[in-house]
């Protein structure tokens, strides 16, 4: 009823720029619900980058805050996360993900969407 797909990833060095994409297969209106873009780096727990909230609220981590923006295209039923001046700790799988409209699930008090992509994987070399 959701389907997410991540493109874009690759390998780059650090202080170059990058961008990502999330096309949404979905019986729901793009737009209507709350999307957005997390991460995960080998041993390190799952963390949110940036999202769009159904109510067109935009946040972005600390973390990447002035490197990272994220944005949408409601006529595509995609979402953008683009990437500048990389870092090395940038490096980790990164993840689409996106709840239904009205939904709104969290795990420890944050948002954490109950459909995801398969993700792609961003490397940043020094």
């Known amino acids: 009823q959701l389907q997410l797909v991540e493109s874009g990833g690759g390998s780059v060095q650090a202080g170059e720029s990058l961008g990502l994409t999330c096309t949404a297969v979905?019986?729901?209106?793009?737009?209507?619900?709350?999307i957005g873009w997390f991460r995960q780096a080998p041993g390190k727990d799952r963390e949110g980058v940036a999202a769009?909230?159904?109510?067109?609220?935009?946040t972005v981590a600390d973390s990447v805050k002035g490197r990272f923006s994220v944005s949408k295209d409601n006529a595509k039923s995609s979402l953008y996360l683009q990437m500048n001046s990389v870092k090395p700790e940038d490096t980790a799988m990164y993840y689409c993900?996106?709840?239904?409209?009205?939904?709104?699930?969290?795990?420890?008090?944050?948002?954490?969407?109950?459909?995801w992509g398969q993700g792609t994987q961003v490397n940043v070399s020094s």
């Open positions: 979905s019986r729901y209106t793009f737009g209507t619900y709350s």
């Open positions: 769009i909230m159904a109510d067109g609220t935009t």
């Open positions: 993900a996106a709840d239904a409209p009205g939904v709104k699930r969290q795990r420890n008090g944050a948002w954490y969407p109950g459909h």
